[in-house]
């Protein structure tokens, strides 16, 4: 039998697939990092279209099969949009999603690292324009990081 689950979760990344789906890599809160299946996404009357985009933190409704998850359903918690509005402070945003999609393993349940990426990801939302506190964020998502995996940087 198929389980059913529902979990919070930033986008990080995402591939299309055929004409219509995607796979979607996903950092839920408490399932850590996954890649998830987004059937049909990709078409026009999709209604899940616009929210399944990197950066965006939603509630998503799963269904395990066999090999990938698939969404079933998803509700918007935080858009981040004013990330989508300026170049520079997306590319860091997207640095720092690129770090946990790359160092951190397969389902680890990593709620303070996730934790982490919300206020990083809300701070450089609130202030796109300030380019000394995206460098802040980025240095610190990097420290934390090589922290987390017992390598000291100084």
Known sequence: ????????????????????DRIIRVFFEDRGRE????RGVRKPQAKLRGMLEPTMEVELQCVESKGLSVVTGATLVEPHESLMHDYDALVAAQGIL?????????????????????????????????????RLVWVTALIKNLHNHGISPV
Do not use: C
């Open 1 to 20: 039998m198929k389980g059913h689950f529902r979990g919070r979760a930033i986008i990080l990344s995402r591939r299309d697939v055929g004409e219509a």
């Open 35 to 38: 890649a998830v299946s987004a």
């Open 98 to 134: 690129e770090i946990t999609e790359k160092t951190l393993a397969e389902h680890s349940s990593e709620s303070n690292w996730y934790e982490f990426l919300r206020a990083a990801l809300g701070i450089m939302s609130a202030h796109p324009q300030d380019a000394n506190l995206r």
